[in-house]
């Protein structure tokens, strides 16, 4: 028996409307997306992958087609679903245990069981010590590993991440992604990210979705078996096959410089 | 970063560093003095000389002797208290009716989008202008004071603190959004807070222009308050009184100023 997808993407067309006509964002998308799965969505610039998003964590409604969250139509933001922008999005006048709370807050879940489980996060990442600093003094890696913990702490089950990284420097970014690939699969979550950068998205992932340039379209998903025995990003760059998905999507995405 | 922490055992360099640092810190303040001190004994000496007519220019023994004795009277503190009270009140209504307003602008697209020729029109008006016409309506007191130094910093107001909440970051609320944030609680959590330094920039700004607006508004109710002194002095050619009740102005002026410095500070400790 196969198991339903928890996200459902089936038929997504969007269109944006302007004055000065209309710009055909996405068209026909459908992606089945299953329980515990990392996804990778990649794609020329502008082809419509932040708007593929928007559109499961229920910001815009799309032209047409519609998307099914453990079989309910998506038609506004949902508690199942966690977001994380570009950059880290922390608010500098609070401090980190009071951004971390920021979801829990606005659901008005303030709840011990919560305010622990939050707790528990910040202790088991390694930043219970920065509790009662601001922002503005942690390191740009440190910031996104809180604003993952904040996305954490309401307990989603889906994380959307929009090019998480992509702020960070180098360095920074492949410590970063490998932690964050890590607390994912601890806490047992699905993730879709979004990325320009095809080693991350290759090395991160189960399933990577290429999508055509504007209108978007799928134009193909990749199923990546790795071998490699250490089971992070970074390590998973070593793997043989590594090479192989690489050469394949990028002539794929079709890049000319 | 501000807030490195001094290593324990300072090395030379840095000590002479911070010692020259320090001298030049007393050598600009020293400047500042002298020249200060500079002043007042040139303007002094030049009227005792005859150099210029203190009958016009006033004098600072004679700006110290009108001081003794609008103390003595016990007005000085009337008209001071009076002034001051009416520019408070001015900056600190003009703030906050002006953040109200600017909150309903950005809850409403289309109220901003309506009002937005009206508001530039309103902006670009000298205010002052319709000083009379208030007089005319609410009445020759401090109500229409405080409604000219209102009026001055309103519009002003408004305009800026739009233009900040506009400038949020559309991530931010993106995020509070999937949280399933209200409008109230983006407004709450996110613009309002993130918005502080452009309000307190407003202000900062209103306690200039409220000084105008009251001094202005004294000028035509003429009833009491500093502006009233300089008025009255002007026309009674009591030169002493004018030039003493601009100074107390300067200094009440920058006084509020600095009030307004600090608080900027204790609500800006985050950065
Ligand atoms: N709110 C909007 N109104 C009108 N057009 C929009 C809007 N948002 C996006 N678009 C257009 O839709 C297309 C897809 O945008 P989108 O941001 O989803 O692309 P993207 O794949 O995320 O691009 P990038 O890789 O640069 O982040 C672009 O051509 C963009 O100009
Ligand atoms: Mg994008």
Redesign the pocket.
């Given at each position: 028996m196969k198991a339903r997808p928890i996200v459902a993407i089936n038929n997504i067309s969007?269109k944006?409307?302007?004055t000065e006509g209309e710009?055909a964002?996405?068209k026909n998308v459908s992606l089945d997306i299953f329980q515990g799965e990392f996804v990778s969505i990649v794609?020329?610039?502008?082809?419509?992958?932040?708007?593929?998003?928007?559109i499961i964590a229920g910001l815009?409604a799309p032209s047409s087609g519609e998307v099914l969250i453990k079989d309910k139509k998506v038609s506004g933001p949902t508690i199942m679903v966690g977001y994380m922008p570009q950059t880290d999005q922390l608010f500098g006048w609070r401090n980190i245990w009071k951004n971390v709370v920021l979801g829990l807050e606005i659901q008005n879940k303030k709840t011990e069981a919560n305010i622990n489980f939050a707790q528990k996060l910040l202790r088991d990442y390694g930043l219970i010590d920065f509790k009662h600093k601001y922002p503005s003094q942690l390191s740009g890696g440190m910031r996104q590993r809180v604003a993952l913990i904040r996305t954490l702490a309401t307990n989603p089950d889906i994380l959307l991440l929009?090019?998480a990284f992509s702020a960070l420097d180098y360095q920074t970014r492949l410590v970063v992604s490998d932690e964050v690939k890590q607390i994912i699969e601890k806490e047992n979550k699905t993730a879709i990210l979004?990325t320009?950068d095809l080693s991350e998205a290759i090395s991160m992932a189960n399933k990577v979705v290429v999508?055509s340039k504007?209108p978007?379209t799928v134009k193909n998903i990749y199923q990546i078996n790795l071998t490699c025995n250490s089971h992070t990003p970074l390590g998973c760059r070593e793997a043989p096959e590594f090479r192989e998905y690489f050469n394949k999507i990028w002539k794929e995405l079709d890049v000319h410089a | 970063m501000p807030e490195n922490k001094l290593e324990p055992s300072i090395s030379i360099e840095h000590a002479a560093y911070l010692k020259s640092k320090k001298l030049y810190h007393w050598k600009v303040l020293g400047t500042q003095i002298i020249l200060l001190i500079g002043f007042v004994v040139l303007w002094e000496i030049a009227g005792r000389m005859g150099w210029i007519d203190p009958f016009i220019t006033s004098q600072p023994s004679r700006i110290w002797k009108t001081l003794v004795n609008l103390h003595n009277e016990g007005t000085l503190y009337y008209h001071i208290g009076i002034t001051v009270l009416e520019t408070v009140v001015g900056f600190v209504s003009g703030t906050i009716i002006g953040t109200l307003f600017a909150i309903y602008l950005w809850w409403s697209d289309f109220a901003a989008e309506v009002l937005d020729p009206y508001l530039v029109i309103l902006n670009a008006l000298p205010k002052i202008a319709l000083g009379p016409i208030l007089i005319v309506w609410i009445g020759n007191g401090s109500t229409a004071i405080i409604a000219m130094a209102l009026l001055i910093s309103l519009v002003v107001t408004i305009l800026g603190v739009y233009s900040g909440f506009s400038q949020v970051d559309s991530d931010m609320i993106k995020l509070l959004k999937t949280f399933g944030a209200t409008k109230v609680q983006i407004l709450q959590k996110a613009i309002l807070p993130a918005s502080v330094p452009t309000i307190i920039s407003a202000l900062k700004i209103n306690v200039g222009l409220s000084w105008v607006g009251v001094i202005v508004g004294e000028f035509l109710v003429s009833k009491a308050g500093l502006g009233y002194l300089i008025v009255y002095g002007g026309q009674v050619f009591k030169l002493d009184l004018v030039m003493t009740s601009v100074i107390i102005l300067a200094i009440a002026a920058a006084v509020m100023y600095k009030a307004v410095v600090l608080l900027e500070q204790l609500f800006l400790k985050w950065r």
């Amino acid at each position: 028996m196969k198991a339903r997808p928890i996200v459902a993407i089936n038929n997504i067309s969007m269109k944006y409307q302007s004055t000065e006509g209309e710009v055909a964002a996405l068209k026909n998308v459908s992606l089945d997306i299953f329980q515990g799965e990392f996804v990778s969505i990649v794609g020329p610039s502008g082809c419509g992958k932040s708007t593929l998003l928007n559109i499961i964590a229920g910001l815009i409604a799309p032209s047409s087609g519609e998307v099914l969250i453990k079989d309910k139509k998506v038609s506004g933001p949902t508690i199942m679903v966690g977001y994380m922008p570009q950059t880290d999005q922390l608010f500098g006048w609070r401090n980190i245990w009071k951004n971390v709370v920021l979801g829990l807050e606005i659901q008005n879940k303030k709840t011990e069981a919560n305010i622990n489980f939050a707790q528990k996060l910040l202790r088991d990442y390694g930043l219970i010590d920065f509790k009662h600093k601001y922002p503005s003094q942690l390191s740009g890696g440190m910031r996104q590993r809180v604003a993952l913990i904040r996305t954490l702490a309401t307990n989603p089950d889906i994380l959307l991440l929009d090019e998480a990284f992509s702020a960070l420097d180098y360095q920074t970014r492949l410590v970063v992604s490998d932690e964050v690939k890590q607390i994912i699969e601890k806490e047992n979550k699905t993730a879709i990210l979004v990325t320009h950068d095809l080693s991350e998205a290759i090395s991160m992932a189960n399933k990577v979705v290429v999508l055509s340039k504007r209108p978007g379209t799928v134009k193909n998903i990749y199923q990546i078996n790795l071998t490699c025995n250490s089971h992070t990003p970074l390590g998973c760059r070593e793997a043989p096959e590594f090479r192989e998905y690489f050469n394949k999507i990028w002539k794929e995405l079709d890049v000319h410089a | 970063m501000p807030e490195n922490k001094l290593e324990p055992s300072i090395s030379i360099e840095h000590a002479a560093y911070l010692k020259s640092k320090k001298l030049y810190h007393w050598k600009v303040l020293g400047t500042q003095i002298i020249l200060l001190i500079g002043f007042v004994v040139l303007w002094e000496i030049a009227g005792r000389m005859g150099w210029i007519d203190p009958f016009i220019t006033s004098q600072p023994s004679r700006i110290w002797k009108t001081l003794v004795n609008l103390h003595n009277e016990g007005t000085l503190y009337y008209h001071i208290g009076i002034t001051v009270l009416e520019t408070v009140v001015g900056f600190v209504s003009g703030t906050i009716i002006g953040t109200l307003f600017a909150i309903y602008l950005w809850w409403s697209d289309f109220a901003a989008e309506v009002l937005d020729p009206y508001l530039v029109i309103l902006n670009a008006l000298p205010k002052i202008a319709l000083g009379p016409i208030l007089i005319v309506w609410i009445g020759n007191g401090s109500t229409a004071i405080i409604a000219m130094a209102l009026l001055i910093s309103l519009v002003v107001t408004i305009l800026g603190v739009y233009s900040g909440f506009s400038q949020v970051d559309s991530d931010m609320i993106k995020l509070l959004k999937t949280f399933g944030a209200t409008k109230v609680q983006i407004l709450q959590k996110a613009i309002l807070p993130a918005s502080v330094p452009t309000i307190i920039s407003a202000l900062k700004i209103n306690v200039g222009l409220s000084w105008v607006g009251v001094i202005v508004g004294e000028f035509l109710v003429s009833k009491a308050g500093l502006g009233y002194l300089i008025v009255y002095g002007g026309q009674v050619f009591k030169l002493d009184l004018v030039m003493t009740s601009v100074i107390i102005l300067a200094i009440a002026a920058a006084v509020m100023y600095k009030a307004v410095v600090l608080l900027e500070q204790l609500f800006l400790k985050w950065r």
